[in-house]
């Protein structure tokens, strides 16, 4: 039976979120009918809303959201039961292709079809406007919803004790910058690390490299209110960008530079930064997305005489089946401060308001509540 839910919709490149009410068909087989309890507002969807990435529109927006199945296609295999919490995933693993069974989910064969058809795994969407219309899901996700309906191969059981809010934003933010610390950095006890932008993916890096032991760790930002929250999470430094050239301040500080720096920022400008920072042999790491088509220039001597690296990672390179109930867990102990990334919370009608707010520096991570 199709239900009615309301929704923000992004119709036009540029135009404001509108609130409308559409029609979600049933899940599907291997889908799941899940009621939103919270949703982050994240650098992504600014970047669909305002053109500097594509999906097909209508959409409806959001990728960071966490709630509760409340339906249940049939032929789910995981175990999931109606009741259980779940974070969402914007990127599926089908568990299928090469590069699931290789151990790299988050570059699943599938992801690029789901992203690019704005449907579910089979390309298609479970939802409709008014008019009959079809509209589109962002990333398989599309939580600024009151439900959605999702492949199970894109949620994580979450436990009854992790608030909605945390799930929310463990799913996107907080995996894509704890999941570079462990994935892609590994044992960095006493290493120096960088990381530039103190966001929610760029705090989350910097607890997880806190965790792990690297000292120095120093935040790059240009906003003071951020980097004293990155004092608070675990940075034994900062560097504020408007004090003068971030580079030669940290060199000040780690003269040689660094052997790591977490790039979180996607901007050309710091990007090239992050490389001139590092000492011989070590790794720039991009977690931040660009605008597509958008490039850095490398000095080519600086790779070859001082064997600097320069790698991606997306979405922590994490596997999320095994990354988040680890992040739960550190979060429980402490390690992982987490409740210092949240910030405003607000309801559906209330987005417009959470979106401005991101684009005026706002501190710590926006939650829409769609049940509220
Ligand atoms: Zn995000
Ligand atoms: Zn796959």
Same mark, same amino acid.
């Given at each position: ?18 609130? %409308?009410?559409? %029609? ?109 219309? *079809? ?112 580079? %030669? ?33 070590? *790794? ?89």
């Amino acid at each position: 039976m199709n239900q009615r839910v309301k929704a923000a919709v992004l119709r036009e490149i540029g135009a404001p979120l509108g609130i %409308e009410e559409i %029609e979600l068909a049933d899940p599907g087989p291997g889908e799941l009918l899940v009621e939103i309890e919270a949703a982050g507002v994240c650098h992504s969807d600014l970047h669909y809303l305002q053109g500097g990435l594509r999906c097909p529109l209508p959409v409806v927006p959001g990728h960071e959201g966490a709630g509760r199945i409340v339906g249940m296609g049939p032929d789910v295999r995981e175990g999931f039961s109606i009741g259980d919490r779940v974070a969402l995933l914007w990127r599926p693993n089908c568990g299928r292709c090469a590069q699931c069974i290789a151990g790299r989910p988050i570059m699943c064969e599938l992801g690029p079809v789901q992203a690019q058809s704005g449907g579910l795994l089979d390309g298609t969407s479970r939802m409709r406007d008014s008019h009959g219309e *079809t509209v589109h899901h962002l990333l398989g996700v599309s939580c600024f919803s009151e439900r959605v309906v999702v492949p199970e191969r894109s949620v994580v059981y979450v436990p009854d004790d992790i608030p909605p809010e945390i799930a929310a934003i463990a799913g996107c933010a907080v995996i894509t910058g704890v999941g570079a610390v462990r994935n892609v950095v590994g044992s960095c006890l006493g290493d120096a690390i960088v990381v530039i932008g103190a966001g929610g993916v760029g705090l989350s890096a910097l607890m997880g490299a806190a965790a792990a032991g690297a000292h120095p760790l120093i935040a790059v930002d240009v906003d003071e209110a951020k980097l004293s929250l990155a004092a608070r999470v675990g940075a034994t430094a900062t560097v504020d960008g408007r004090d003068g050239d971030a580079v %030669e301040q940290v060199l000040a500080l780690v003269p040689g530079g660094v052997a790591w720096v977490i790039e979180a920022v996607g901007r050309p400008e710091t990007m090239a930064s992050a490389v001139s920072m590092l000492r011989p042999g070590g *790794t720039a790491v991009a977690v931040g997305l660009g605008r597509v088509g958008q490039t850095f220039d490398v000095p080519i001597n600086e790779l070859v005489q001082r064997q600097k690296r320069v790698v991606g990672s997306l979405y922590g390179s994490s596997i999320p089946q095994l990354d988040l109930p680890r992040i739960f867990e550190l979060y429980r102990s402490g390690a992982l401060p987490l409740d210092l990334l949240l910030g405003e919370r607000y309801p559906l009608e209330r987005i417009g308001d959470a979106f401005e707010a991101l684009q005026h520096e706002s501190l710590g991570r926006s939650i829409v509540l769609p049940g509220a």
